[in-house]
């Protein structure tokens, strides 16, 4: 490593989540909180579109922030601090997901999704089609925002949350792949298989302009 720094010292150096969490472990007054604001909406978000339950993602995600505070004493980064979050995030979504069965058929459009899990998609959409601001340009962002969480939910679990951290998030394949303990390679594999299914299931809309 550069200049002998151990790991910890360089995910210090260039994380700044790392460095919030670190005072966490210290319990400097006020960073906890900080690290919510700085995540809470993003990690409700990905966990809804994961579950397609907007309430069930928000205890979702309290009892994500209540397992990092449990062990922020004995916290030692090997990774970045989202890597870990989103870590943490997966295993209890999957658990959840599994208590309530395998591939429960979720409510569609409207219903308890909420508007946390509709406001990632709309970004996302925006960004692709270059932010026309018309107002039918702003319908039609809200009807492709409903296409793709409809497309979304047809994937499987580990498809879906491979999609969500890299498209959401940013993460790279190394990073989604220490998330869900995957290899690289396998990561780069489910994403392939996912952009297929979305690329077959969204061609029609994109094509017409109108749901199939």
Request: no cysteine; proline share 2%.
């Amino acid at each position: 490593m550069a200049n002998g720094e151990t790991l910890e010292q360089q995910l210090e150096a260039r994380d700044p989540d790392v460095r919030l969490m670190l005072q966490v472990r210290d319990d400097v007054q006020g960073a906890f909180e900080v690290l919510v604001e700085r995540y809470q909406h993003r990690l409700v978000s990905v966990l809804t579109h994961l579950i397609g339950s907007n309430e069930e993602a928000e205890d979702l995600a309290q009892d994500v922030f209540l397992r990092i505070y449990r062990a922020r004493k004995g916290y030692k980064p090997k990774a970045k601090f989202s890597t870990w979050l989103f870590t943490i995030a997966n295993n209890l979504a999957l658990n959840h997901l599994r208590s309530k069965g395998r591939n429960r058929a979720f409510t569609g459009t409207g219903g308890d999704s909420g508007e946390g899990s509709s406001t990632g998609l709309r970004s996302s959409v925006e960004r692709a089609m270059g932010r026309e601001g018309t107002p039918s340009a702003q319908m039609r962002q809200v009807e492709m925002a409903e296409v793709v969480r409809e497309a979304l939910d047809i994937l499987g679990e580990d498809q879906k949350m491979a999609v969500l951290l890299n498209k959401f998030e940013e993460m790279s394949y190394s990073e989604i792949a220490q998330v869900m303990d995957r290899s690289e390679a396998a990561i780069k594999s489910l994403l392939a298989r996912a952009r297929t299914h979305l690329r077959e299931q969204l061609e029609p809309y994109l094509k017409t302009g109108q749901k199939t």
